[in-house]
């Protein structure tokens, strides 16, 4: 079977920096995908890691350990905008064309 | 263009009713997808859409007919839904095979009456 971890919920100040961890047990594992969705909105594909090390998008960064079965989501200079949930996804691994959602960390900027 | 678009963004109806839900894509993807999504959860995959071909159907309750006219086109028919179906009806898209990276529309808010 398949199953993502993460936090329920977070809680940071604007400026600060979070760490969102996703911990993963897969049957095949192709690689780990970040999605931002904010309150009433649709989900936004965030980042791709397939191999191990850190992707980083303006300031926005996205770390893999395949050994680990672990990921996390790094953001930077925290600005109220990035309340929102966050999920972590992985590819079913006998099913290609689904994606497998953890059950979303939700992210409260404080001014 | 990397937009994903959803009609209608509302919609309510009745147990007996039968309805449909539209979603359209112009970047040339063509793997589409359906998923249902509660409040506070994620969303949850419904249907997946190949070139025009379902590739998956996650044992979702007849009354949820899926339809795929062209590469650009998705379409969701509705009938004799229960009120426990009442969510928001996500329509999604990736290129073929990269499931990973999918693109997502608005939505349709649902309520079943």
């Known amino acids: 079977g398949q199953s993502l971890e993460q936090p329920s919920e977070v809680t940071a100040v604007e400026g600060a920096i979070v760490q969102i961890n996703c911990t993963y047990q897969t049957s095949g594992f192709y690689g780990l995908s970040w999605y931002q969705q904010h309150d009433g909105g649709a989900p936004t594909f965030l980042s791709y890691n397939a191999l191990d090390g850190l992707e980083e998008t303006g300031r926005f960064s996205s770390f893999l350990s395949r050994s680990d079965s672990y990921g996390y989501l790094l953001l930077q200079e925290l600005q109220m905008k990035d309340s929102a949930s966050y999920f972590c996804?992985?590819?079913?691994?006998?099913?290609?064309?689904?994606?497998?959602f953890g059950q979303g960390t939700e992210l409260s900027v404080k001014p | 263009d990397t937009e994903v678009t959803q009609t209608p963004k509302h919609l309510v109806m009745g147990m007996t009713n039968k309805k449909s839900l539209k979603c359209e894509q112009h970047m040339g993807h063509r793997a589409m997808y359906w998923y249902k999504q509660k409040a506070k959860k994620p969303p949850e995959l419904m249907f997946v859409?190949?070139?025009?071909?379902?590739?998956i159907n996650e044992s979702v309750p007849s009354r949820f007919s899926p339809e795929c006219p062209n590469s650009s086109l998705l379409n969701l028919h509705l009938h004799a839904l229960q009120p426990e179906d009442s969510a928001l009806y996500l329509c999604?898209?990736?290129?073929?095979?990269?499931?990973?990276?999918?693109?997502f529309g608005p939505g349709t808010r649902l309520t079943v009456t």
């Open positions: 999604a898209s990736s290129r073929a095979g990269e499931s990973y990276e999918q693109y």
């Open positions: 996804a992985v590819r079913a691994g006998n099913q290609g064309g689904k994606l497998i």
């Open positions: 859409y190949s070139y025009e071909k379902l590739s």
